[in-house]
């Protein structure tokens, strides 16, 4: 984890002084899509040579979709319950 850290500060230092090539820093963009890219082949490539978890997959499915809409409906209804205050707040600063 710390060498992930160590080259993201390292990337941003860089950068805010102007040490990176005017072109490099271009097409950062493209670099991280095709980095992506090739981070998301390699998991899939894990994950299909993973029998345990091709086999688990309607389970995993299930609880996934699951754990997903709790949060989506936690989050609504915490957002109900708190507009009230927010709306009172906001009418104070304005």
Request: cysteine-free.
């Amino acid at each position: 984890m710390w060498l992930f850290m160590i080259f993201l500060f390292a990337g941003i230092i860089l950068s805010l002084y102007n040490r990176i090539p005017r072109k490099a820093a271009e097409k950062s963009q493209v670099f991280q899509l095709w980095g992506l890219i090739l981070i998301l082949f390699a998991m899939g490539v894990g994950i299909g040579a993973d029998e345990e978890i091709i086999n688990s997959f309607m389970t995993l499915g299930v609880q996934s979709v699951l754990l997903a809409a709790a949060a989506i409906t936690g989050s609504l209804v915490v957002v109900r319950l708190l507009r009230p205050v927010i709306q009172k707040e906001k009418e104070k600063i304005w």
